[in-house]
């Protein structure tokens, strides 16, 4: 294995934790990062040695969800409100986890990238502005509001915005 590679297979790990974060399933998350590893691998030859492949990784990923999120059928949002008595709140951790994942795949996209760039994957303010395309303070207005409208909807004082495009909820008994 060559140098390239061990430091590609090295930042596995957390591409596959920032795209479960970021899709809020298992198979779509690996179709994600297997789709970012072949990119990463069909371009190979545009990074520049010596930047941080990690961002660069991170970009790729990004531009890839985004497209995904382009070209994915609109779907009628759900209405949270309507479903609120067969959610009911969290009394356990890892219920309270579980809740966490939902209220964080409820942010629009936007703020959830960059909230998981920041919280989940550690990246400074510039980095992320790196990988998104934005400036810098894009990322901190995003996640002030990210982190505003994630406390909201943990403690239930807000009505929930339409869902990002995924698939409607279905009752599994």
Known sequence: MNDGTAALVAHIPSLRRYA??????????????????????????????GTDLRAW?????????????????????LDIDELAHALPAPESAHERRIDLQRCVLLLPAEQRAVLLLVALEDLSYDDVARILGVPAGTVMSRLSRARSRLRQLMEGDAPAPAAPARPPLRRLK
């Open 57 to 77: 990784l991170f970009t790729l990923m990004h531009n890839l969800f985004a497209n995904q999120l382009r070209r994915a059928a609109p779907q009628a949002p």
């Open 20 to 49: 479960r974060a970021l899709t809020g399933d298992a198979w779509a998350a690996d179709d994600l990062v297997q789709d970012t590893l072949e990119r990463a691998c069909d371009k190979w030859r545009l990074w520049q040695a």
